[in-house]
Each structure stands twice: as C-alpha cells, then as structure tokens.
C-alpha cells in the first residue's frame, strides 16, 4: 500500500508543478506539454497505483465501488499531500523571483 500512496503522491506533485509552473500567456503550447507530462505520469504509474493523481478521479472510482473507503482516503491524502508540496515550492519559487 505504501508503494501505491507513493506513486499516487509524487504523480500527483509532478501534474500540479507543470500546470501551476508553465504559463499559458508566455507559452501558448504549454497544454500540450501538460498532456505530455499526464501521459508520462500515466505510464509510469497505471501498473503500481492505478495513476488516480486527482481526487476527482479517485472519488469516483469510490462511487462505482471499485476500492474501498479507506483506500479512497489514503489515496486522497496522498494527492492533496503531494499537490500542497507542488504548491509550495511554486509559491516559494515565484516569491524569490
């Protein structure tokens, strides 16, 4: 289960740095770059976690009773964990600049 919660935080981590690190205005192809990155991410992780790497995602796979309550709230945990370090390194990044 660790393994799973592990691949589950650090793809979440890298999706949430590239869309919050890239900027539409400066570069109009960073969606396809942020596409890229999901698929990579997907193809890295589909065998060990299911590659969830969104909340949304997870929930309804809950909903339609394909992991338990407590698996959805690990994995849940896990994603915002890793979306709040992406997030605060992208906040300390752009403070220093």
Known sequence: MLKKLTMESLGTFFLT???LGVSPVL???SHFGIGLMLM?????GAH???ANYNPAISWS???RKGMSFGNFLSYMG????GACVAGCIIF???III
């Open 48 to 50: 060990i976690s299911g």
């Open 27 to 29: 570069n109009p192809t």
């Open 61 to 63: 796979i809950f909903i």
């Open 92 to 94: 300390q990044f752009v």
């Open 40 to 44: 990579v991410l997907v193809y890295a």
């Open 17 to 19: 740095l590239m869309v």
């Open 78 to 81: 896990a994603q915002i964990f």
